[in-house]
Nanobody, 120 residues
């Protein structure tokens, strides 16, 4: 079992910043990819950012240049630094971690979601 705990969401004004964290725990042998997705009301879930075990990153077009994903391999934690936030960044943000657990079983775990609201 792999468990993810997210934190850092909240209310922020346009132009402001927030930092999300997601810590993975449990029977983890290795982590391949860590990422963040978001879902706005009435919309489909979309990719925000991904980071691989060697630090390669990719971002959704709407957040390039404003958001930065990073990870701490020692603590199995992924971060999302969000700057210059816009109202359209509002939504539930979900952490996703994929890797290998005990007994060489692959896993694809999701966090419970943390709400980010960008508004005056």
């Amino acid at each position: 079992q792999v468990h993810l705990v997210e934190s850092g969401g909240g209310l922020v004004q346009p132009g402001g910043s927030l930092r999300l964290s997601c810590a993975a725990s449990g029977s983890i042998f290795s982590i391949r990819v860590m990422g963040w997705y978001r879902q706005a009301p009435g919309e489909q879930r979309e990719l925000v950012a991904l980071i691989t075990g060697i630090g390669s990153t990719s971002y959704g077009d709407s957040v390039k240049g404003r958001f930065t994903i990073s990870r701490d391999n020692a603590s199995n934690t992924v971060y999302l630094q969000m700057n210059s936030l816009k109202p359209e960044d509002t939504g539930d943000y979900y952490c996703n971690v994929r890797g290998v657990a005990g007994f060489s079983q692959g896993f694809d775990a999701w966090g419970q979601g943390t709400l980010v609201t960008v508004s005056t």
